[in-house]
């Protein structure tokens, strides 16, 4: 384990407390924000030792927002109903995300826990591990710093601020989590109408996160119905993955023949399976239609449903089909232990989609 850092403040006494109802923060202000960073005498933001378990005397970390602690320290800890959405769970276990990510207590991006015991498990983001060793540019695109949560370097918020918290001021206390996020940006850092807090993408939230989802308790990711592999796909949540690694989104070497029939360069995404044939395979998605939260897909509507062909644009491909945004259990951060299928511990998550290849 090398942690680069966790948070020794002891917010359990609200993260369990907090409503999180509408998925908007509320409570005592104190909770969470510090007036002049001094109480008693004593600074409330400082730094902590993760190998002596203790507090580095003397080194202030100032927070902006006047807030007592950064996003990990808030967003670390074991989820349960209604808790804050934690990414980081310092205590996890294999049984934590299971074998497909559908059972424990991980949400819908994964657990950066795994990254770092193995650096491939998802992105190394800064403040919780060190660097990708291996990958020192974004795979697909040229970005070569380290990501970080929020802001330029990372994927939520703002993504013209230099600041983690300053790229999505507002956006907390705003936040409705019970309706459909248009990505529409009333100011550059308010983020309450964009799908959880990344800038211009739409899409409608589980008030749970996703932990313990189903097909008919999910994320709505959007997705677009392309027909040529240029399109940008604004709004959709993989063209915000687009944005580092966009060779796999949009560059040319993604449909042979201009994203309309088979032969494929790299796997299409921002593609609706109604497009091929109904006598395909993926007229069987899942076996019986139903949304599958193990390799899910994305749609161009508003609409929730539990069963996909009902809509049009409700079938589409999105780097979420395969991978979990922040870290899951296995390398490349995919969402089911493709190395190692058909082995005990393996999946094939490819063969909800490819019905015919097993
Ligand atoms: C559960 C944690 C939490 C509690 C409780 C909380 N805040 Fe905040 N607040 C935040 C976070 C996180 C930010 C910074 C990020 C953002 O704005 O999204 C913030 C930002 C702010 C901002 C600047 C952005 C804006 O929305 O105007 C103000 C002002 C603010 N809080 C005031 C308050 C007051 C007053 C209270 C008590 C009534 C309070 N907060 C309670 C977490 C909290
Ligand atoms: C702000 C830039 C940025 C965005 C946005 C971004 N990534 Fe990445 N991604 C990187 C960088 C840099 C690396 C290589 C270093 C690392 O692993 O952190 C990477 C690595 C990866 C890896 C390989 C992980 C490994 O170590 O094997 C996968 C998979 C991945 N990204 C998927 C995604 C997906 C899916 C999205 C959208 C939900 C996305 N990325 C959005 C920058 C980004
Ligand atoms: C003081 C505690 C606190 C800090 C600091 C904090 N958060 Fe949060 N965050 C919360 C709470 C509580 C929620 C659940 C309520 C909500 O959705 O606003 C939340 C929710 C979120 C969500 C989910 C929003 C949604 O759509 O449901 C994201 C994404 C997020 N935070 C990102 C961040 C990032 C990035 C940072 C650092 C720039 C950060 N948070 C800092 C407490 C915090
Ligand atoms: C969410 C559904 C979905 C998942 C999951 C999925 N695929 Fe695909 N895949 C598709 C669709 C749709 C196409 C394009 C079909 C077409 O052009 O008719 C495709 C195309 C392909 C192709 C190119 C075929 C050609 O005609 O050029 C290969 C190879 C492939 N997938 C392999 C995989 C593998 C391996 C996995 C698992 C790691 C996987 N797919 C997971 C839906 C999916
Ligand atoms: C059909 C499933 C599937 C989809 C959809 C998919 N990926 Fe992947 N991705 C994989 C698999 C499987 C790997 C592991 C390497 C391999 O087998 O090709 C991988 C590897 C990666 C890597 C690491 C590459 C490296 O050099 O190690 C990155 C980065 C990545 N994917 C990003 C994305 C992004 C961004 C999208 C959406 C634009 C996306 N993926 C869509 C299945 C998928």
Redesign the pocket.
């Known amino acids: 384990m090398y942690f680069s850092r966790i948070s020794g403040l002891s917010f359990v006494f609200w993260l369990m407390s907090a409503a999180v109802g509408l998925a908007r923060v509320s409570g005592l202000c104190v909770d969470c924000h510090t007036m002049h960073n001094s109480q008693n005498g004593e600074s409330v933001v400082f730094k902590y030792d993760t190998i002596t378990k203790g507090i580095v005397s003397g080194v202030d970390e100032v927070n902006p927002g006047l807030l007592n602690t950064d996003c990990v320290g808030c967003h670390q800890g074991t989820n349960s109903p209604g808790s804050v959405p934690f990414v980081l769970d310092i205590n996890a276990t294999d049984g934590t995300y299971g074998t497909t990510g559908t059972e424990g207590t991980t949400l819908a991006g994964g657990n950066f826990f795994w990254v770092a015991g193995n ?7 800064a403040g919780i591990v060190g ?2 060793l ?2 020192t ?3 697909g695109g040229d ?1 070569a710093v ?2 970080t949560c929020a802001g330029i ?3 939520h918020g703002d993504t013209g601020s230099d600041g983690q918290v300053q790229s999505l001021l507002g956006s907390h206390h705003k936040n409705d989590s019970s309706v459909w996020k248009t990505g529409v940006l009333a100011t550059p850092t308010d983020m309450s109408a964009s799908y959880r807090f990344l800038a211009g993408v739409k899409g409608m939230e589980d008030t749970g996160y996703e932990l313990n989802p189903s097909k008919s308790k999910h994320n709505r990711y959007y997705g677009v119905d392309r027909n040529i592999s240029g399109d940008a796909a604004t709004g959709s ?2 063209s ?2 687009a ?3 966009g060779d796999f989104h949009s560059g040319a070497g993604v449909g042979a023949d201009g994203f309309t029939t088979s032969v494929w360069l790299r796997h299409p995404v921002d593609y609706d399976m109604s497009r091929a044939s109904s006598s395909s395979e993926y007229a069987t998605y899942n076996g019986d239609n139903s949304y599958s939260v193990i390799s899910p897909v994305a749609g161009s509507a508003d609409g929730m449903d539990d069963t996909l062909y009902n809509q049009t644009g409700d079938a589409i491909v999105m ?2 089909s395969c ?1 979990r ?1 922040h870290g899951s259990r296995f ?3 995919l969402r089911w232990n493709y190395k190692k299928w058909p082995a005990l511990d393996g999946y094939n998550g490819c063969a909800v989609c490819h019905t015919s290849k097993n």
């Open positions: 650096e491939r498990a998802g992105h190394n983001v660097s990708d291996t990958l540019t974004a795979p970005m380290q990501v370097n990372g994927c949540i993989s915000l993955c944005r580092c690694h780097c979420l991978h945004a390398d490349s951060s």
